[in-house]
C-alpha cells in the first residue's frame, strides 16, 4: 500500500510512505494533516484478530515474532485511519516505477 504524502504548502516537498505486506486497512482514502504514531501491542491484536486468518496465531506469536505486525494509526480530528502491516518504508516519489 502506497501513501503519497505531501507538504500543502510547499507541493515539492512530497514522499510516500510504502506499507507491506498490508493485512488491514480502515479510514478515509484521502486525508489531510493527520498525526502518525504506531498503536499498542493491546490495539494491535484488537485489530488483528479482525483478519480471519491471523485467528491461529496466540497473541505472544503476534507480538514477539521478529516480523511482527506493527498497527499504523493517523489520527484525524473525527477519524482514525488505521494499516496493520509488517512495516513500511518511506522513499522519494521519483524512486518508484508504478508499471
Known sequence: MYL???????????????FSPVQYFSGQMRWQG???????????LTIARKV???NRYSDDELIENPKRLK????ELPHDTIQILAGGFTQTNSSDIDFK
Open 71 to 74: 498497527l499504523y494509526e493517523f
Open 34 to 44: 493527520a498525526n502518525f504514531s504506531q498503536a499498542s501491542n493491546d490495539t494491535m
Open 52 to 54: 480471519d486468518h491471523l
Open 4 to 18: 503519497w504524502v505531501v507538504n500543502t504548502e510547499n507541493t515539492d516537498d512530497r514522499f510516500f510512505l510504502i
